[in-house]
């Protein structure tokens, strides 16, 4: 069961609206990736849009994108075919009309980037296009070889900062949506120091994921799931949460933080190998080095295990030389830092928990089922991905939903006016004098969930799990917090408690979701999807 402390409570901390500066505006977005960029570019052409962003505008789980953007943009693909391809990686929970939707819709998108200014890698002329795990054909786009996600999130800042009617407000951390009878009125903030309440008729979470909940991530400190915790909190449903996908390849330097060395780099015929020197991926799938992520990611720990290594090697000093300099740039610059030539040198690699697949259930319009509350990006259960997502359909899915959930609620917010009401909030009362280190307790929970909620589950580490987060938050949840990091510690705790839950329940292997005690798909009982709702 989900605990009281986590059903029961709507704001993280007591305030009176009444007794705060406020702002205004038609729509607020929480974000400035990819989704929540796009969104905002969107949604000014209705009305006045504010941006609220926890960090730097460009510090979002998109800059640090390096694979690419999947789209058909050759002659030589189709949309049938990518098509065929997520649903296949989505292991039978993805929604085949949303697919068709964005894989549709995606390359006008992509042309859309190249309109406003996006530099992606030509050859004469023409796109240059990498295949990925799981594509069967090579449609994917990129920029600077590896250095994808940073010229996206480059684009659409420039793009963003020139359009009228749109405001950014970085190192502003949005505490909670604020509700005022059976709708969203607007967000409570800290900005610039100071608690202060934004209104609007709508509101567009855009936060990304919440990887950064586990020890070993590529995902920036920014990532912990706030977004999905504030509207788990105003009564949005949430779903397939179990579905965490764990990146096969980070750069394993003990350390350092875990730095992702994308998918193309297999794509372009790289090779995993171990200490002995094996390259094992055949053994384990038909696609080789190119099969989908859960399975080399398992497979990875596997070897592992077996050589009794802390990582495997990806090779490429079989390649050209000049060739791999000049497509990975970024990968061959921080190699370097660490006396390794990746021409000449095998990189040490492991898994890291890399994508939210779940998240805030939406639908086509980015609607959450929250009057005025809407979702995009990775933040968002859009039902694309299903159980396990395409490479590189990421991003895609960002342009797509982004334009779709700013259109939705700029049209929605014309015209309507918030009387800016009096809220007034009173969080669950402390119950403990207890003092929490807030950054123990971001350690511990960490470092609990990549051991015992990572790529290999089980029933009795699940419920262990649950056993300590609850004991965790019996304490940290009850306390009001005033800085960022404990309200952050707050939303990765809430996420930690239903990630854990969701993987429990779901008694099958699929996709991202690897039970040991239960290692078969189970279509027949299980070929649905996990709800939950505050």
């Given at each position: 069961?989900?605990?009281?402390?986590?059903?029961?409570?709507?704001?993280?901390?007591?305030?009176?609206?009444?007794?705060?500066?406020?702002?205004?505006?038609?729509?607020?977005?929480?974000?400035?990736?990819?989704?929540?960029?796009?969104?905002?570019?969107?949604?000014?052409?209705?009305?006045?849009?504010?941006?609220?962003?926890?960090?730097?505008?460009?510090?979002?789980?998109?800059?640090?994108?390096?694979?690419?953007?999947?789209?058909?943009?050759?002659?030589?693909?189709?949309?049938?075919?990518?098509?065929?391809?997520?649903?296949?990686?989505?292991?039978?929970?993805?929604?085949?009309?949303?697919?068709?939707?964005?894989?549709?819709?995606?390359?006008?998108?992509?042309?859309?980037?190249?309109?406003?200014?996006?530099?992606?890698?030509?050859?004469?002329?023409?796109?240059?296009?990498?295949?990925?795990?799981?594509?069967?054909?090579?449609?994917?786009?990129?920029?600077?070889?590896?250095?994808?996600?940073?010229?996206?999130?480059?684009?659409?800042?420039?793009?963003?900062?020139?359009?009228?009617?749109?405001?950014?407000?970085?190192?502003?951390?949005?505490?909670?949506?604020?509700?005022?009878?059976?709708?969203?009125?607007?967000?409570?903030?800290?900005?610039?120091?100071?608690?202060?309440?934004?209104?609007?008729?709508?509101?567009?979470?855009?936060?990304?994921?919440?990887?950064?909940?586990?020890?070993?991530?590529?995902?920036?400190?920014?990532?912990?799931?706030?977004?999905?915790?504030?509207?788990?909190?105003?009564?949005?449903?949430?779903?397939?949460?179990?579905?965490?996908?764990?990146?096969?390849?980070?750069?394993?330097?003990?350390?350092?933080?875990?730095?992702?060395?994308?998918?193309?780099?297999?794509?372009?015929?790289?090779?995993?190998?171990?200490?002995?020197?094996?390259?094992?991926?055949?053994?384990?799938?038909?696609?080789?080095?190119?099969?989908?992520?859960?399975?080399?990611?398992?497979?990875?720990?596997?070897?592992?295990?077996?050589?009794?290594?802390?990582?495997?090697?990806?090779?490429?000093?079989?390649?050209?030389?000049?060739?791999?300099?000049?497509?990975?740039?970024?990968?061959?610059?921080?190699?370097?830092?660490?006396?390794?030539?990746?021409?000449?040198?095998?990189?040490?690699?492991?898994?890291?928990?890399?994508?939210?697949?779940?998240?805030?259930?939406?639908?086509?319009?980015?609607?959450?089922g929250v009057n005025g509350l809407y979702a995009c990006g990775e933040a968002a259960d859009t039902g694309l991905h299903g159980a396990n997502r395409l490479g590189s359909n990421s991003l895609l899915e960002g342009l797509v939903y982004g334009r779709a959930a700013g259109a939705a609620a700029g049209r929605a917010a014309r015209g309507e006016k918030i009387a800016a009401p009096r809220v007034a909030a009173e969080a669950v009362a402390e119950s403990r004098p207890a003092t929490v280190d807030v950054r123990d307790m971001e350690n511990s929970l960490r470092s609990l969930l990549w051991r015992q909620v990572g790529i290999d589950r089980d029933a009795g580490s699940l419920a262990e799990s649950e056993?300590?987060?609850?004991?965790?938050?019996?304490?940290?949840?009850?306390?009001?917090?005033?800085?960022?990091?404990?309200?952050?510690?707050?939303?990765?705790?809430?996420?930690?408690?239903?990630?854990?839950?969701?993987?429990?329940?779901?008694?099958?292997?699929?996709?991202?979701?690897?039970?040991?005690?239960?290692?078969?798909?189970?279509?027949?009982?299980?070929?649905?999807?996990?709800?939950?709702?505050?």
């Amino acid at each position: 069961m989900v605990k009281k402390y986590l059903s029961s409570k709507r704001y993280l901390l007591s305030f009176d609206t009444a007794a705060l500066t406020s702002h205004e505006a038609d729509t607020i977005v929480v974000g400035s990736g990819v989704a929540g960029l796009r969104a905002a570019v969107e949604a000014a052409r209705f009305g006045r849009v504010l941006v609220l962003t926890k960090e730097a505008a460009s510090e979002s789980n998109t800059n640090y994108a390096q694979g690419g953007v999947a789209a058909v943009l050759s002659t030589d693909d189709s949309t049938d075919s990518h098509v065929d391809d997520t649903l296949t990686a989505g292991a039978g929970l993805c929604d085949e009309e949303v697919v068709r939707y964005v894989t549709t819709d995606g390359p006008e998108l992509v042309r859309e980037l190249i309109d406003w200014g996006a530099r992606f890698d030509r050859s004469d002329g023409e796109l240059l296009f990498t295949q990925e795990g799981g594509h069967s054909r090579a449609r994917i786009v990129h920029a600077n070889g590896d250095a994808t996600g940073f010229e996206v999130e480059r684009t659409l800042l420039e793009k963003a900062r020139r359009t009228a009617d749109l405001d950014i407000l970085e190192y502003t951390f949005v505490v909670d949506v604020v509700s005022d009878a059976s709708r969203v009125v607007g967000v409570l903030a800290l900005h610039g120091g100071n608690l202060e309440v934004f209104y609007a008729p709508c509101v567009i979470i855009a936060t990304g994921g919440a990887c950064y909940a586990y020890r070993e991530t590529t995902n920036p400190s920014t990532a912990t799931g706030d977004g999905i915790a504030l509207a788990y909190r105003a009564g949005a449903t949430l779903s397939d949460l179990e579905f965490v996908q764990f990146h096969p390849t980070t750069l394993y330097i003990a350390g350092t933080e875990r730095t992702l060395i994308s998918e193309t780099v297999r794509g372009e015929g790289g090779q995993l190998r171990d200490r002995f020197g094996i390259h094992f991926m055949p053994n384990y799938h038909p696609l080789g080095d190119l099969a989908p992520r859960d399975i080399v990611s398992r497979a990875i720990v596997r070897q592992m295990a077996q050589t009794r290594d802390t990582n495997v090697y990806l090779d490429l000093r079989h390649l050209d030389k000049d060739t791999i300099l000049k497509r990975f740039p970024k990968l061959a610059e921080l190699s370097r830092l660490f006396d390794i030539d990746i021409s000449t040198d095998m990189i040490p690699v492991r898994p890291s928990a890399h994508y939210f697949c779940g998240g805030i259930r939406v639908d086509r319009s980015g609607l959450t089922g929250v009057n005025g509350l809407y979702a995009c990006g990775e933040a968002a259960d859009t039902g694309l991905h299903g159980a396990n997502r395409l490479g590189s359909n990421s991003l895609l899915e960002g342009l797509v939903y982004g334009r779709a959930a700013g259109a939705a609620a700029g049209r929605a917010a014309r015209g309507e006016k918030i009387a800016a009401p009096r809220v007034a909030a009173e969080a669950v009362a402390e119950s403990r004098p207890a003092t929490v280190d807030v950054r123990d307790m971001e350690n511990s929970l960490r470092s609990l969930l990549w051991r015992q909620v990572g790529i290999d589950r089980d029933a009795g580490s699940l419920a262990e799990s649950e056993e300590r987060i609850d004991f965790w938050s019996s304490y940290v949840m009850d306390k009001q917090f005033d800085t960022p990091e404990g309200w952050a510690v707050q939303n990765m705790l809430t996420l930690a408690k239903l990630i854990t839950f969701s993987a429990r329940m779901r008694t099958e292997s699929r996709g991202a979701h690897h039970r040991v005690d239960f290692p078969d798909r189970d279509d027949l009982n299980w070929r649905r999807h996990l709800i939950i709702k505050r």
